[in-house]
């Protein structure tokens, strides 16, 4: 038989399996997502240098000295930008959280608001960090006012300009684009990496360290199947279950109020995301487990990998509440950019077609590195 035919048939085996150790690996694919989701939806996090775009159309000493208040903290950092447009368009993008426009009569003597923020609710304990923290600042200058603005994806028909209607606290708040979101959705979106990193870690590697103490690898390799079906039905295995994790981890969010601002569509693109990178991370298994001969030492090594990419991948905090130094290791992690776009989907309710194009590129290519790398390695184990 060909590749494809003895991966298959391998494939079935693998989710008999799977099936027949059905009851304790849901459980565990459960109690990990509930776990986190009870005691971490509704915890904030430290801010530090979130990207924020400003616009001074006042340029004078008080706007000028507003921007130096603000950024002293170190909790912003502030990208100068000239045109109104721009800025927002970098918050669409999501290249800034939010869009500080400094209006020409700031510092307002008026009950006009001389300040205008908008603010994606993606990065919602961002907002409920520099938010008060900009509002503060803006109270220190004598008829100051500060309105605000959530922007999400900007709704056909919509303007920035639109009038908003102000509070006695001097921030109004008018959704011109979207649903509001909380942190219990931004968790949701990191939990789902985390359980299809894992799903494919302990998926195939285990099987695949189980069958060799077993004396299986060794039978298959003097049948005449195909060599290289060993490893794909494996990878493949991995990916499945991957899913059936990931939908789990989605049901659950859903359950305790989660609401997917994409609609089913969501779903559909979670999906994608979890095929691609339970794929790749089926292959990151095959190879740490080509190479270990014990199941307990692959769980040391699976864990040791796992939950740093994880943790650094924006899946519990924001990246921008990370440290510096940790922010080149964040934009190389491919659960970033999982993360990026399961994110987009459940809290804005669109993604751009750059950040799309972008983010599923960085990840097919890691995916198709570790499954050649799993193939290499598993050939050089049995040559």
């Known amino acids: ?106 510092p307002s003597q008026s009950s006009m608001p001389g300040i205008q923020v908008y603010y994606s609710n993606t990065q919602p304990t961002v907002i409920s960090a520099v938010l008060p923290m900009i509002t503060g600042y803006a109270q220190h200058f004598e008829g100051s006012g500060l309105s605000s603005t959530s922007a999400i994806g900007q709704v056909q028909g919509s303007s920035p300009s639109q009038p908003v209607q102000r509070t006695s606290s001097q921030i109004s708040s008018n959704s011109l684009y979207s649903t509001t979101s909380n942190y219990l959705d931004f968790l949701t979106g990191g939990v789902i990496a985390m359980v299809v990193v894992f799903g494919a870690l302990f998926g195939g590697g285990i099987s695949y360290i189980s069958d060799r103490q077993l004396g299986n690898i060794k039978a298959f390799l003097i049948t005449p199947i195909n060599k290289n079906a060993i490893v794909l039905s494996r990878i493949l295995s991995g990916a499945t279950q991957s899913i059936v994790f990931a939908m789990l981890a989605l049901a659950i969010g859903m359950l305790f109020g989660v609401r997917l601002a994409m609609g089913p569509m969501a779903i559909v693109y979670i999906l994608v995301v979890t095929i691609i990178i339970g794929m790749g991370f089926s292959g990151v298994a095959m190879t740490i487990a080509s190479k270990v001969k014990r199941v307990d030492a692959y769980a040391i090594f699976s864990q040791a990998i796992g939950l740093p990419l994880w943790f650094i991948s924006g899946g519990i905090v924001p990246t921008a509440s990370l440290p510096s130094w940790l922010a080149p290791l964040s934009a190389i992690d491919p659960l970033t950019y999982a993360t990026d776009i399961t994110r987009a989907v459940i809290m804005q309710g669109f993604i751009s077609f750059g950040q799309l194009t972008a983010d599923l590129s960085i990840l097919i290519a890691f995916t198709v590195i570790m499954v050649l790398l799993g193939f290499k390695t598993f050939k050089s184990t049995i040559e």
């Open 1 to 106: 038989m060909g590749l494809i035919e003895d991966s298959i048939t391998l494939y079935k085996r693998e989710l008999l399996i799977f099936k027949a150790n059905a009851r304790t690996n849901l459980i565990r694919s459960i109690i990990f997502p509930l776990v986190i989701i009870v005691f971490f939806g509704n915890i904030g996090s430290s801010i530090r240098n979130t990207p924020v775009a400003v616009v001074n159309y006042a340029n004078n000493a008080q706007s000028l000295r507003f921007m130096n208040d603000i950024e002293a903290g170190q909790a912003i950092n502030i990208l100068s930008v000239t045109n109104e447009q721009v800025a927002l368009s970098m918050l669409q993008l999501g290249t800034v959280q939010l869009v500080i426009v400094i209006l020409p009569n700031f």
